[in-house]
């Protein structure tokens, strides 16, 4: 057996997840179809590999500090790091820089306000910083061994600790955090004890990725090396300067985010027959989360090795030309999100809606709400989306069917309340906050959205179980809260429905608007084309996918040249000034876009 094979087998034990982990070599599959581990390129830049190669590295220094992400598995990186170290014969002072945490009990009393009480899902994202996780003596009582060869610092805020040395950072998908929660190997910052994986997801969410997001930000410019721990045992690293570097050059063409993806009570089969890689045992594939940033990963590849760091670098080093004149507006927050939401041969979404920007501020602390459109990429025959109220809706009435469906395990007659409209290939519909909405069964929804995506009000959930086996949370008084009632009857159809117009137009192309609505800051357009058609940027951000064809050519301004599938969904940044789409296939392509709004 392999080292390669016995390390991704300990690996597996880490977490808990059917979905394949990020492979170690790049794909050499010459198949034109969608792919589940893109890589963006390094140029001149090799990618190290293992603990023999990083203690290569680490030599000739007497001091290390090794940063890194909630989830890492220190101790086992240590242990590791260790006897890589040994075998060089180099005498190693370890310090680990937990001890300077400050006592759990006063941990968990300072983030508690933070954690929403009694509410399953929803807490407030925490103000605070890395260091009011630590006593500030205890870390500057910190200091290297003379009498060892190096002293290396290591765990989660190392780098408050100001040696002058090397600094590494250690990343983690948040993907693989999830799974490794799953499977309770992780513990939250700051504590020493497990939770069980949704308070740990929500702790996670509100208060562990805030404060380390905000850590990255303050030390991005001086990282040495970063570190992919994804596969325990066989990490693989790349040099500051060379990530930074490769960082500039995506921030200036066009990338794709590694996607994952999820089950749920209501999935569907239709991502499993797009991409027959997706394990095929798990029951369903109810999202995927094609480009959702906080939680997204950036994988890199010298040809040989991938290494993947999350998205949140990339806005860190590159907000400005990522977001272009909006990036004042929206800070380091990606704006747009992409993703499937899957209900062929499934079920209907739970009813529900999302918060308005001023409650979602001041309950959550979200700078803005999740804004939503449902762009429908293909359903069957007879498919339906509830979206907005019947005409002269009586809200008390819905309120008490509700409540007393909750209380009693009834079923609710929704179509007594919610209007319904048909599902109709490449039709866009506009889900501004409070409105009432979800997906019917047998549809593939390409939802296209603000970025926020936790902040789901669900009021009917079709007396199912989650997967777990343990009925969904309901937040019917939170919906109704935000539910916009004005929506109703013509009235809804006339706010809620795109209306596709055609703006421009060439021998065998044309580009064509679907209106968003108001509320919502990003609008979409759809480039219909034989052969190729140009775009621009112009000052925004623009997300992508093809939506109907086989396979296309994206080159930019800029020199680069990429190839994306049916389902892809890809990244042109603002700096990319403009991109050209060559069809590759046989027949008329069409590729669907989102981007900020002017002014």
Known sequence: MSNSTIATQKAVSFRKSEQLLSPLYPSSSSEEAYRLFPAFPLEGEKVGHGFDSLADKLTGHSQIRIDGYVGTFWESFREQLQEALSEKGIQVNWI??????????????????FLG?????????????????????????????PESAITILFGCGAALVEWESPLIYVDLPKNELQYRSRAGSVCNLGLQTPIPPKEQYKQFYFVDWQVLNRHKLAIIGSIDWFVDDQRPCEPTFVSGNGLREALIRMSRNVFRARPWFEAGPWGGQWLKKLIPQLPQHEPNYAWSFELITPENGLAFTDGRVQIEVSFDWLMYHSHREVLGESADRFGYDFPIRFDFLDTFDGGNLSLQCHPYPEYALEQFGEPFTQDETYYILDCKPGAEVYLGFRQNINSEEFHNALESSFRDSTPVDVKEFVNTVPARQHDLLLIPHGTIHCSGENILVLEISATP???TFKMYDWLRLGLDGVARPLNINRAFENLNFDRQGEEARRQLLSRPEVIAQGEDWSLVHLPTHPDHFYDVHRYEFETAVTGQTDGSVQVLMLVDGTGIEVSTHHGMVEQFYFGET?????????????NLGQRPAKVIKAFIKSP
């Open 96 to 113: 680990d820089v937990s001890q300077a945490q400050k006592p759990a009990a006063i941990i968990e009393a300072m983030v508690k306000p």
């Open 570 to 582: 890809f990244v042109v940044p603002a700096a990319a000034i403009s991109y050209k789409l060559v």
């Open 117 to 145: 009480g009694d509410d399953p899902l929803f807490g407030k994202r925490f103000p605070g910083k890395m260091l009011d996780f630590f006593d500030a003596d205890r870390l500057g009582s910190f200091q290297p061994d």
């Open 453 to 455: 995506y936790i902040f």
